[in-house]
C-alpha cells in the first residue's frame, strides 16, 4: 500500500496524539503494562510469527519499551508484563503454533529479561490474545491484573507492546469495559504509547501465497490500531520525554479535508499510454508534521 493512500487514510481516521510526562510530584500513581515483548513475536526467525527479516517498527518498540521499563523499575513504580505462552496441545486460531510453553519463543527477548527477576515487576503468562481474559483464574475467577491495579492503587495505566491492532487493542478495550463497569477502581485513565507499540507486516502479495491468510500492511494496520483504542476511550501518546507543565491543546493549521484532497487529485501522464498518481502538496507537507495535540500529565 503506498503512502499516499496511508497518508489520505489517516487524514480520513485521525489519531489524536500527546505528550506524556512522568514524574512523582503528583497524587496520580502510573503502572505500565508490557504487552507480549517475547521472542515469538520480536526475535528475528524466533518462531512462526516472529519477523523473519529485521524489522524497523518492531526494534524501536522493544527499545523504547526496554527503556520505560527501567525508568519505572529505577523510580520502584509498577510494572506488569504478559508472556504470550500456549501449551502445545491447545491452539490458538487461526494462528500457527507459536511462543508454546517451556521454549524460548515464550520468552521476554533479551533486553527484558532482567524483569524476571525485579521485585518491582509482576510476569503473567497469557494463552490467549486478551491479556485481560488471560489474567482469570479457570478455578477461582480471580483476576491477577485486576488485583495488581487495586494493590498498587494505580489511576493511570500506560501501555506497551505488540500487536497494536491485536493483543494491545484487545487488552484496552477490555480493560475499559471493565473500568466502566467499576470493576477496576481507582482506575481512570488509559495511555497507549504508539512509539512503544508495533505490529507485524504482510504485505498483499505474500499473503496471496499462503492459504486462508490475509493481508497485513504495518505502519496501516499499526494506526488502525491506535484509532480503534482512541475510539474505545483511550489516550494516545508519541513522546514520553517532554516537560509538559499543564493540561492543554494545541492547534495547527487548518488542512483540506480528506473528501477535497480526493476530488483534487489529478493524474500526470507519465509516458504515452501510461499515467502517474500525483500527490498534492497538502500531503506531502502533511508528511512529518504533528497532528492536533493533546496534552496531558500523569502525575505519579
Known amino acids: 500500500m503506498g503512502e499516499p493512500t496511508i497518508d489520505l487514510l489517516k487524514m480520513e481516521l485521525p489519531v489524536e496524539e500527546g505528550r506524556l510526562h512522568l514524574n512523582g510530584d503528583g497524587v496520580k500513581t502510573t503502572g505500565l503494562v508490557l504487552i507480549d515483548v517475547v521472542n515469538g513475536f520480536c526475535t528475528v526467525g524466533a518462531g512462526n510469527l516472529a519477523p523473519k527479516v529485521a524489522d524497523k517498527q518492531i526494534s524501536e518498540m522493544v527499545e523504547e519499551s526496554v527503556r520505560i521499563a527501567r525508568l519505572f523499575c529505577e523510580k520502584k513504580w509498577p510494572v506488569f508484563a504478559f508472556l504470550d505462552t500456549h501449551h502445545p496441545d491447545i491452539p490458538e486460531h487461526p494462528y500457527p503454533p507459536h511462543c508454546i510453553l517451556g521454549t524460548d519463543e515464550a520468552n521476554l527477548v533479551p533486553a527484558l529479561q532482567w524483569l524476571e527477576n525485579d521485585p518491582n515487576a509482576t510476569l503473567q503468562r497469557k494463552d490467549c490474545i486478551d491479556g485481560f481474559l488471560g489474567s482469570i483464574d479457570k478455578h477461582d475467577g480471580s483476576n491477577v491484573f485486576v488485583d495488581w491495579v487495586r494493590n498498587n492503587d494505580i489511576k493511570l495505566l500506560l501501555v506497551v507492546g505488540i500487536c497494536t491492532d491485536i493483543c494491545v487493542l484487545d487488552f484496552v478495550s477490555s480493560v475499559l469495559s471493565a473500568r466502566n463497569r467499576g470493576f477496576l477502581s481507582p482506575l481512570e485513565d488509559v495511555v497507549v504509547y504508539s512509539r512503544a507499540c508495533a505490529t507485524y507486516d504482510l504485505p498483499l502479495h505474500i499473503a496471496n501465497t499462503l492459504k486462508d491468510t ?65 500527490v498534492l502538496p497538502e500531503v506531502q507537507e502533511r508528511r512529518g508534521e504533528e497532528k492536533n495535540i493533546m496534552f496531558f500529565q500523569a502525575h505519579v
Request: hydrophobic letters at 35%.
Open 214 to 278: 490475509i493481508a497485513h500492511p504495518q505502519e496501516l494496520m499499526h494506526h488502525i490500531g491506535l484509532y480503534m483504542a482512541q475510539g474505545r476511550g483511550a489516550k494516545e501518546t508519541v513522546r514520553s520525554r517532554q516537560l509538559i507543565s499543564s493540561r492543554r491543546i494545541e492547534k495547527q493549521r487548518p488542512i483540506r479535508s480528506p473528501s477535497e484532497l480526493f476530488k483534487r487529485m489529478f493524474l500526470t501522464p507519465a509516458v504515452k499510454g501510461a499515467s502517474k498518481l500525483g
